[in-house]
């Protein structure tokens, strides 16, 4: 967002809406569950589940999770490698994407790696369902919630669509705090993933055949059908998401008519159900949450998918707790990325054309267009890099794997000189790294440099290769005291 701009906006109206978000949620996973997998357009009227208490949803559960990490080690130090971690610590579950990531990752594999790699899910729906957190920590930047959640749905979905799931509804739900009309809402969301994706395309289609007034149960087939080569079956993100956009636009602010459009779409109906009742409880308030379905739910939290040791003790047993906990760490969030949003006691100070400043500086899909597939991020505080192979990380005998590497000047501010880099592999017995250099000049960025600069090597195994072969490039910086280790691992 342009930093001559600058949102205010009133602690308790955004705590209202960070707790109808909540509530929003635990109402329509409560409503879909019961039709999860349901393949059929349905005719649903309200809850199938008794009264009282909400059923458990995995899609709250995990940003439980994701709210510990926040806390634990703070937002600065959040990105798909140290997630990774949380989910092998706290997170059973070894559903489709979730247990190949977890199963890449126990291989040695580091995320965003561990999501690509022999990954039959990644176009699946696991990563969208779980952005609300960051959303609601980033409020009216779409960006930095974006950002939060790309490296979240990097671990279990890698550069899928999955991914770009995410980014689309974490933008959206961000947004929605500070812009009224949810079509806007949406067109942000849209602007931030590539043209070329399927989720783009899936997501253009709903609106397109809202806009022609074509009958919702038409609209629904016409996206299913669109999207049936993906071969995940109900379980794929483009047509989910698509299913929730349509019961935003049809919905048209009826939180009852939204809820139940969506969830009749069927296929993944928690999932869906869940996202547009988050989504219009931070647009609408508590004025958007029926009183009936209120009650019907109440305010705890059950929990279905987190590890019942240390942690569960410490995630949030209600809405109202976890609305306290996300609140408390937004200010640290904010301040972290440089946003130019500020919570205040006084009166709320949002520009008029605010969705236009936000639509206008939006960046996060040129981020995603830039990312390659089977890549790795390694951020050393002076420096960082990006990896990115060639093609999937396997090895045979004799055989070869192509390393690209850019290597990254993070200027800090008190440090604004030329780094002289010294590289060198330490490798398995018969190894050998071609290609590439021993040493490089990592320039400082300005108008005339990049503060980037590339190297690319061919990795060359030998007449034998083990099950695990991890390669390791050890980079020195003249002047710096940490080293910078880099592991490739490579499956035989």
């Not at 049936?228 to 929730?244: H, K, L, Q, R, T």
């Not at 349509?246 to 996202?275: Q, S, V, W």
């Not at 050998?432 to 005339?448: C, F, N, W, Y």
Request: hydrophobic share 40%; aromatic share 8%; with cysteine.
């Amino acid at each position: 967002m342009h930093k001559n701009v600058q949102i205010k906006l009133n602690q308790n109206e955004y705590r209202e809406k960070v707790y109808a978000c909540w509530l929003g949620k635990n109402i329509g996973g409560t409503m879909g569950t019961p039709y999860e997998g349901t393949h059929d357009y349905l005719d649903i009227k309200g809850f199938a589940s008794e009264a009282g208490a909400p059923l458990p949803n995995d899609d709250l559960d995990l940003q439980l999770v994701w709210l510990h990490a926040v806390e634990q080690i703070g937002s600065r130090a959040i990105n798909a490698s140290t997630l990774g971690e949380f989910w092998l610590s706290f997170l059973p579950p070894h559903w489709n994407e979730y247990g190949i990531g977890k199963i890449n990752m126990k291989r040695g594999l580091i995320p965003p790696l561990a999501g690509d790699y022999n990954n039959i899910w990644k176009h699946s729906n696991g990563a969208w369902i779980r952005t609300e957190v960051w959303a609601c920590m980033a409020p009216a930047c779409p960006d930095i919630a974006a950002k939060y959640a790309i490296e979240d749905a990097k671990v279990d979905h890698g550069m899928g669509e999955g991914t770009y799931a995410a980014a689309f509804v974490a933008s959206m739900q961000s947004a929605a705090f500070v812009v009224k009309d949810i079509r806007k809402c949406i067109d942000i969301g849209l602007s931030q993933i590539p043209e070329d994706c399927r989720m783009y395309d899936s997501i253009r289609m709903a609106i397109d055949l809202y806009d022609a007034k074509t009958p919702i149960k038409d609209a629904r087939n016409a996206i299913q059908q669109r999207n049936a080569d993906i071969g995940n079956g109900w379980f794929e993100a483009p047509s989910n998401v698509a299913y929730a956009v349509l019961g935003l636009l049809y919905g048209e602010g009826d939180f009852k008519k939204t809820m139940i459009y969506a969830i009749n779409c069927g296929d993944d109906t928690d999932c869906t159900g869940a996202t547009v009742g988050a989504t219009l409880g931070i647009l609408g308030g508590m004025e958007m949450i029926p009183e009936d379905w209120k009650a019907h739910i109440g305010d705890d939290i059950v929990t279905i998918s987190i590890d019942l040791g240390g942690v569960c003790r410490k995630v949030p047993k209600t809405c109202t707790e976890l609305t306290e906990r996300v609140v408390a760490q937004t200010p640290h969030l904010l301040f972290d990325n440089d946003a130019p949003v500020v919570l205040t006691d006084g009166e709320n100070e949002i520009p008029e054309n605010i969705d236009e400043i936000i639509a206008s500086s939006c960046s996060t899909r040129n981020i995603l267009e830039a990312t390659k597939p089977y890549s790795m991020h390694f951020d050393f505080t002076f420096a960082s890099a990006e990896v990115t192979l060639d093609r999937a990380p396997d090895i045979a005998p004799n055989g070869e794997i192509g390393v690209h590497i850019d290597f990254i000047n993070n200027q800090l501010v008190y440090d604004r000189g030329y780094y002289n880099l010294s590289l060198r592999w330490w490798l398995p017995d018969g190894f050998v790294a071609e290609g590439g250099r021993q040493t490089l000049m990592l320039p400082r960025k300005d108008k005339k440099q990049t503060g980037m600069i590339s190297v690319d090597f061919t990795l060359k195994a030998g007449e034998q290769v083990a099950s695990s072969n991890r390669c390791v490039l050890e980079v020195v910086a003249e002047g710096r005291h940490t080293p910078m280790y880099i592991p490739v691992l490579l499956l035989g």
